[in-house]
């Protein structure tokens, strides 16, 4: 039996049970076997160092990279050295030490417009993880229920480029929900491909917008809404009730919280709470589905993958929002208006809103105002809550808890609670930043080495 290995840089044996040494036991395995998972997740997993990581460059310089990519980038390079030998050449110039891309056009790495196309099946996979989660932190039995596989979340095909809840029936329907999903046909993904390709405001916005790639913004999409819109769904199965009343049914009594009979909303009149209910917790879910999928996973390289997932959906967040940005630049007349709107949508995020902001963030959420601004508010409000990336953290002598955070999102509780949590946001410089905030610990199954 061995007990030490030769470091291959300095030539000394050092002993395998040590960080080091199983690195490099690690490494020497892989290289053996051929590179375990080159061929199979080269793909995918080179589109996201294309766009996460270098951003659509040829080279990034390293010192430019946030911790968050610099954090991915060192678990690519221990869990797959092939992949990112396949993808990455290290070197170093008078401005410091960079990577530059090996990797061919965008167009070889993403799927084609047939693998983009959604049955039943395949959005009930992309579902039922967010409802299994949501069910492993509140207990919510008639979501359980659902969550089972003789169940399907009352799946349907729609014309949306995006999923949606359906939360009002007729009489005899009342209760029972829809969940419907888009991209069910090729010539739905071609239509879709087309509206985010004309997403924003001006042709400027929009040819800058292209240059971020609606494919792969689709991808994300089918990825991160479904684990907004189980919350949507969750709200209309809590106990087997409703929170609303709709129409002319008034069903107040069924409404959870102590405070029911102030609570009461019409939907239409306070869409802005429910989409901040709905999308706060969005990278929660996300990223707590994969932590539920890694405990019970026994296959090291699909642990691998879970950890790899929950880091690249924060990226893709950050990707959109600071893609988002790049386009105002571009916004001719219109660049004001998106500054407003984005002031708009950041008092939102905190729940700061004034009366005459209601009027102006219920457009932008209810796609009555350009599609880019709804996205962008959707996305930016859950990279600000994404409290499930960290260990907990104790703010004047209270927990910042991400399952606790989720909950009360579920249960509408956060809308009376929310300064503690709403003060602690981590806002898009937090993400965009070299360095990981001292207060800050990553979460403990996203760092561990396997």
């Known amino acids: 039996m061995y007990s030490k290995i030769t470091n291959p840089i300095t030539g000394r044996k050092i ?8 690195s490099i036991l ?20 080179g589109r996201n160092i294309y766009f ?6 040829k080279k990034v310089y390293i010192q430019t990279l946030s911790w968050c990519q610099k954090f991915y980038l060192n678990k690519l390079e221990l869990y797959f050295p092939g992949i990112i030998k396949k993808c990455l050449v290290k070197k170093s ?9 090996k990797l061919p056009l965008a167009e070889s790495l993403l799927p084609t417009k047939n693998e983009l196309v959604n ?9 039922s993880p967010y409802a299994n989660y949501v069910v492993s932190i509140s207990n919510n039995k008639c979501l359980e229920n659902e969550a089972d596989k003789t169940n399907s979340f009352g799946l349907t095909s729609n014309d949306s480029i995006t999923w949606a809840v359906q939360r009002w029936f007729n009489d005899s329907d009342f209760g029972r929900q829809k969940t419907h999903y888009p991209q069910s046909t090729s ?19 929009n040819n800058t917008f292209q240059e971020s790639n609606p494919i792969f913004h689709l991808i994300w999409r089918n990825k991160l809404i479904p684990a907004h819109e189980i919350v949507h769904f969750t709200q209309g199965v809590y106990n087997g009730k409703s929170f609303y009343y709709f129409g002319n049914h008034d069903h107040s009594g069924c409404f959870p919280t102590s405070n029911k009979d102030s609570r009461i909303k019409n939907i239409k009149e306070e869409n802005w709470e ?37 880091i690249e959906g924060v990226l893709y967040c950050v990707y959109l929002i600071n893609s988002f940005h790049e386009c105002i630049k571009n916004g001719d007349r219109f660049i004001h208006n998106a500054r407003d709107s984005i002031d708009i949508i950041d008092k939102w995020t905190s729940l700061h809103l004034t009366k005459k902001d209601y009027i102006k963030i219920n457009n932008i959420l209810s796609l009555q105002d350009s599609p880019w601004k709804n ?42 609670e929310h300064d503690l949590y709403s003060e602690n946001r981590h806002l898009l410089d937090f993400w965009n930043s070299a360095k990981l905030p001292k207060n800050c610990e990553i979460i403990d199954w996203l760092k561990r080495d396997l």
């Not at 002993?15 to 199983?22: A, F, L, T, V």
């Not at 690690?26 to 997993?45: A, F, N, P, Q, V």
């Not at 990223?287 to 390289?301: A, P, W, Y």
């Not at 959707?378 to 960290?390: D, P, Q, R, S």
């Open 15 to 22: 002993s395998i049970n040590s960080k080091k040494g199983r």
């Open 187 to 205: 010539e739905k993904v071609e239509q879709n491909i087309y509206k985010l390709s004309n997403y924003m405001d001006t042709e400027n916005q």
């Open 375 to 416: 996205t962008y508010a959707k996305h930016v409000i859950a990279l600000y809550y994404c409290y499930e990336f960290f260990k907990p953290v104790k703010v004047d002598n209270e927990d910042i808890n991400s399952e606790e955070f989720t909950n009360k999102c579920l249960d509408f509780s956060i809308l009376s």
């Open 274 to 310: 429910l989409e901040w209910l709905a999308s706060a917790p969005n990278l929660n879910i996300y990223v707590g589905s994969k932590k539920l999928k890694f405990n019970i996973e026994k296959n090291q390289l699909e642990k691998r993958l879970h950890q790899l997932r929950a």
């Open 93 to 101: 110039d008078s401005s410091g030490i960079f990577y530059e891309s």
């Open 119 to 127: 049955t039943e099946q395949t959005a009930r996979d992309i579902i």
């Open 26 to 45: 690690r490494k020497y395995i892989i290289s053996l076997t051929g590179g375990i998972g080159i061929d199979i997740h080269y793909k995918e997993l």
């Open 52 to 57: 996460l990581i270098l951003n659509r460059r």
